[in-house]
């Protein structure tokens, strides 16, 4: 009886441990199973993502963000951060997407009016930085003492990058009469401006006579008009008796393609071979000259390392025909086209679409175009916008080409 009793003993103990065996492994995996799943939400951003489409992918985050965010969600924002994120991962610096809202300031630049302080910028890809390219003459910006190579490092307070530059852009410009502060890196010095912002009417061809009957003309940027506006001020230069021409192109950052291609067009013969464009599936596009020249002098262009983009198409189509030859140091080296798309929503993606070649199918991109001629300004002279004339040991070298 006794041994019996301890028998139900030892058997009800060990239904106790069984039990709490079976307990304790439903809750480990139950734990296990848990973890594994909340695991699994993250994991797949980096793991699942990798295999799908961006769609996929996106509506992964979107839903770990409804989950999880404390905050309030602007889907709208959220919409343009991807769209900018997605583009700017291309890694190209002149492929970029236009907010419906600054699609129009971006339009009246290419129109060449806005309302700011009169600066061209690039993005600088060494430093990841705004660059100032150039100011625009007699702008508040060139009053003030801002200089070519002048890196902005703030607006208004804020720092920006060199990806923030459609921001920067946006964030300079307001309303006429207003300031804005900036500051910039120059050299190894910052420097803080405060400036006001005035209706900026873009006309950059600018022309004179120098000695010995040589014509001098002189623009910061290709804009629509810019053709008209140089072949007006040629025959202006023309009445006073030129014999000879020289086109400044130093720290002109390029702009409207067709405007470089019409100028071309004044000095080359018909059907001259302008430029080559070349798409992505290596399809050639060419453009030529449709006219009789109505510039029949010797020109000699000015380059400089700011000579970029429809400057490089101008001076390197006309040292390719014979018609021109350069003068100063190697140009900038932007050799590929953006298109600018309107999407239906109203923004924009100006895109790099096309790569182009001189008439000797020579490739700018990265490389720029070496003068016939390479001339440096003097150690002394710091911007080329303000150096006087008999400083300009390239302009007198030019001069010197034409004599």
Known sequence: MEEKKRFKVYKIIMLVILVAFITFLCTSIGMYQYFINDKTNYSMLSTKASNTDITSTLNRYKKIIDQYFLGEIDEEKLKEGAIKGYVEGLDDPY??????????????????????????????????????????????????????????????????????????????????????????????????????????????????????????????????????????????????????????????????????????????NKEDVLLYEVDKNNKEKVKKSENDPIINLPVVILTNENTASSSEILAGALKDLGKARTCGTKTYGKGVIQQLLTLPDGSGLKITSEKYLTPNKTEINKIGIEPDEKVELPGTVKNVLLVEEKDDTQLQKAIEMLK
């Open 95 to 268: 492929t970029e997407y236009i907010s419906k809202e600054d699609m129009k300031d971006y339009l009246e630049d290419t129109m060449g009016n806005f309302v700011g302080i009169g600066i061209y910028m690039v993005k600088n890809t060494d430093n990841n930085k705004v660059q100032v390219l150039a100011p625009i003459k007699n702008s508040p910006a060139e009053k003030a003492g801002i200089l070519p190579g002048d890196l902005i490092l703030t607006v208004d307070g804020i720092t920006y990058t060199g990806d923030d530059m459609s921001v920067v852009s946006t964030k300079i410009k307001g309303e006429e009469g207003t300031t804005v502060k900036i500051e910039v890196l120059r050299e190894n010095e910052t420097k803080s401006f405060e400036l006001k912002r005035e209706n900026i009417k873009v006309n950059p061809v600018e022309g004179k006579v120098l000695t010995k009957q040589i014509g001098y003309i002189e623009f910061s940027s290709f804009d629509e008009g810019t053709a008209q506006d140089f072949k007006a001020k040629y025959e202006e230069l023309q009445k006073q008796g030129i014999q000879s021409l020289i086109i400044d192109l130093r720290n002109n950052g390029g702009g409207i393609v067709d405007e470089a291609l019409e100028i071309a067009d004044y000095i080359a």
